[in-house]
Antibody, heavy 120, light 107 residues
Framework: QVQLVQSGSEVKKPGASVKVSCKAS????????IHWVRQAPGQRLEWMGW????????KYSRKFQDRVTITSDTSASTGYVELSSLTSEDTAVYYC?????????????WGQGTLVTVSS | DIQMTQSPSSLSASVGDRVTITCRAS??????LNWYQQKSGKAPQLLIS???TLQSGVPSRFSGSGSGTDFTLTISSLQPEDFATYYC?????????FGQGTKVEIK
């Protein structure tokens, strides 16, 4: 079946970086985009950016532009998000989601989420 | 950035009730509006895309409507498994943005 499986929870100190992975299966990885969305405790969902897995092009939210990098490895059907200069405000569940690359935009497949905790 | 505002932020309803949630965009997004359901501790799930297209496997008691700036999610007869938080999201432009959520609780 179509699924996205993310890496496990992380605990990081302020100032550190974190890299979360998202392995896709059950579909042709390069036919879709992977977006990253996070949810801080009690907050709304927040879009971070996306990568077109077909051509590798990326687009980032201005809020994270300076410290986020989204990449993919097509040979492993895996997407990644790396966030640097972490602060306590980056404590959140991070989700990867699948999006079509043309004809609209909706997130029909979600990863299970990865909890990132930033604490000294 | 396009701001998405849902109302109400929470509601209490009984099984069998008809429930309506609204979502307003700060500018026209055509029909590029999606609805998700999130249960506690779980990832959101897509219910409706492009304002009114019901996803495969989603019960027909869910429906969506609207275009431009005003959208509605309706649950025609609330069931016990529908108690959750619902989010709207615009797919019109970057950055993608979500509403603040509507928590549907048991009355």
């Amino acid at each position: 079946q179509v699924q996205l499986v993310q890496s496990g929870s992380e605990v990081k100190k302020p100032g550190a970086s974190v890299k979360v992975s998202c392995k896709a299966s059950g579909y042709t990885f390069t036919n879709y985009a992977i977006h990253w969305v996070r949810q801080a405790p009690g907050q709304r969902l927040e879009w971070m950016g996306w990568i077109n897995a077909g051509d590798g092009s990326t687009k980032y939210s201005r809020k994270f532009q300076d410290r986020v990098t989204i990449t993919s490895d097509t040979s492993a059907s895996t997407g990644y998000v790396e966030l640097s200069s972490l602060t306590s405000e980056d404590t959140a569940v991070y989700y990867c989601v699948r999006d079509v690359t043309s004809g609209g935009s909706w997130y029909d497949v979600w990863g299970q989420g990865t909890l990132v905790t930033v604490s000294s | 950035d396009i701001q998405m505002t849902q109302s109400p932020s929470s509601l209490s309803a009984s099984v069998g009730d008809r429930v309506t949630i609204t979502c307003r965009a700060s500018q026209s997004i055509s029909n590029s509006l999606n609805w998700y359901q999130q249960k506690s501790g779980k990832a959101p799930q897509l219910l409706i895309s492009v304002a009114s297209t019901l996803q495969s496997g989603v019960p027909s008691r869910f429906s969506g409507s609207g275009s431009g700036t005003d959208f509605t999610l309706t649950i025609s007869s609330l069931q016990p498994e529908d108690f959750a938080t619902y989010y709207c999201q615009q797919g019109y432009s970057v950055p993608r943005t979500f509403g603040q959520g509507t928590k549907v609780e048991i009355k």
